[in-house]
């Protein structure tokens, strides 16, 4: 007898049904392989709580340092503002004219030798006068519209004094002082004064060796022992002593109409010179220059420092004249010029505040500077 076999029968597969060979597979698709990064990447670790940096050492010490190089220059500019000397020019009186257009400055040069030792005065050649005169008369004037003026009022100018009957004009100085002087003026002229400003002998020089001398060009030599002065021909740096003998003598053949000239005209120099970028650039010179200007000015109660530094800024390059006159007569106080028509005429544009018209100003031909 035939026993069975001893291993299993094959398995056939059971036939997959019909509708089933075409049914989609279930369930989600197979996952494509991919590199062994995550799908996403995981949360970083919260940063720990630290301290704020502090500002950087460097960093502190440049801003204290701007603010310094900020305050200082104000700070000097009080400081200095308050040594200034300060005189009641411009008081009211009765019957003071209104402000009129533009701005004006009365700039007088004294011959006050107050401040100055005996060896100073023989090396300036100021002589030992005592008290105060007016060597100096000049307005600057700065219209509504065009190039400012810097105006020379000859100190032989025969001119009403208030309370005094008419006399030559610096006289109205050398008995009222300054406010009696601005009252002249403005009566006279029916300009009204904005601005005053006093250089006497003793600070005048120091101004001009502070900014390191002005360059100015003779037209001919001048030599004149009285005032201390011996220059050449040509064109050269003048010193203080030099300066002051040129802007006081009147060793020419017009005198003081060829003087005045030669004042504006330094004048204007000077101003040009110390608002160069040689001077304001330049701690060695510009602090020199205002400890100069400290001591050897006089302005007015209501002016500041900052207004002298307008001043400078704006006169760099003036339209220079002298009044306009009738000429020369004698009068009770000698030798003086006469004020007429065109003087009036003169003073009209100025008090309006409009350029002056060419045929109103002065020539300066003939005077000793280029």
């Not at 009765?94 to 060896?119: E, F, K, M, Y």
């Not at 004064?193 to 900014?211: N, P, Q």
């Not at 004020?339 to 350029?355: D, L, M, Q």
């Amino acid at each position: 007898m035939r026993g069975r076999p001893d291993y299993a029968p094959r398995q056939e597969p059971e036939p997959i049904p019909r509708d089933d060979r075409r049914r989609p597979p279930q369930g989600p698709p197979p996952r494509r392989p991919s590199s062994n990064r995550p799908d996403h990447a995981p949360a970083a670790p919260p940063r720990k709580a630290g301290k704020r940096k502090k500002p950087r050492r460097w960093l502190r010490i440049a801003l204290v340092v701007l603010l310094v190089l900020l305050l200082l220059p104000v700070g000097l500019m009080f400081y200095y503002d308050s040594k200034l000397h300060r005189v009641d020019a411009l008081a009211d009186y009765p019957g003071r004219i209104g402000d009129t257009p533009g701005t004006n400055w009365l700039i007088v040069g004294t011959d006050s030798r107050s401040g100055l030792s005996q060896a100073e005065k023989d090396k300036l050649a100021t002589g030992d006068s005592d008290g105060a005169r007016t060597d100096t008369i000049m307005l600057a004037h700065f219209p509504t519209s065009g190039k400012p003026m810097l105006i020379s009022v000859p100190r032989d100018l025969y001119v009403p004094i208030p309370g005094q009957g008419s006399h030559k004009i610096n006289s109205a100085f050398n008995s009222g002082g300054p406010k009696l002087l601005v009252q002249t003026i403005e009566e006279f002229s029916k300009v009204h004064i904005d601005h005053y400003i006093e250089i006497g002998f003793g600070g005048f020089d120091s101004l001009v060796d502070a900014v390191g001398g002005v360059n100015m060009c003779l037209n001919r030599p001048l030599h004149d022992p009285k005032a201390g002065l011996k220059l050449k021909a040509g064109c050269q740096d003048l010193n203080g002593a030099q300066a002051l003998g040129l802007v006081r003598t009147r060793a020419f053949p017009n005198a003081d109409l060829e003087r005045v000239i030669n004042q504006r005209k330094f004048f204007a120099a000077l101003m040009s010179k110390a608002t160069s970028p040689g001077v304001l650039l330049n701690p060695f010179r510009l602090i020199p220059f205002v400890n100069g200007a400290v001591d050897a000015v006089t302005v007015a109660e209501g002016d500041h420092l900052w207004d002298l530094a307008w001043l400078a800024y704006k006169l760099t390059d003036p339209v220079t004249t002298t009044v306009p006159t009738d000429g020369d007569q004698i009068t009770d106080d000698g030798d003086s010029l006469i004020p007429g028509s065109t003087t009036s005429k003169f003073f009209e544009y100025v008090s309006r505040g409009v350029e002056v018209p060419k045929d109103l100003l002065s020539s300066s031909d003939g005077s000793a500077l280029g």
